[in-house]
């Protein structure tokens, strides 16, 4: 069973990068799937990206397209978001998420999730 904990999330100003790490227990991470999710205060849990096992097929909401960027070292059975440019909207509670064997866009078929790590930008 694969566990995920998430960290890198902090204040920042708006315009600045921020990268966030989701460390992943057991051995069958790198057989995985992760996406990231986020939610801000008032609204629904919100696709932001995601990639495939290896990293090199990746999908990103177009909210975030051009300005993050995911990743993973399946050698350190970490995966990460790069999160350029932030902006107000951005502020949110981000999730690591990880499935088997393909990713998706939608957090119900996302079986292991990650606490949250916050995310606040500001103006």
């Known amino acids: 069973q694969v566990q995920l904990v998430e960290s890198g999330g902090r204040l920042v100003q708006a315009g600045e990068s921020l990268r966030l790490s989701c460390a992943a227990s057991g051995r069958t991470f790198s057989t995985y799937a992760i996406g990231w999710f986020r939610q801000a205060p008032g609204k629904d849990r919100e696709f932001v990206a995601a990639?495939?096992?290896?990293?090199?097929?990746?999908y990103y909401a177009d909210s975030v397209k051009g300005r993050f960027a995911i990743s993973r070292d399946n050698a350190k059975n970490t995966g990460y978001l790069q999160m350029n440019s932030l902006n107000p909207e951005d502020t949110a509670v981000y999730f690591c998420a990880a499935r088997f064997p393909d990713f998706s866009s939608l957090a119900s078929e996302y079986e292991l999730w990650g606490q949250g790590t916050q995310v606040t930008v500001s103006s």
């Open positions: 990639c495939n096992w290896s990293g090199r097929s990746t």
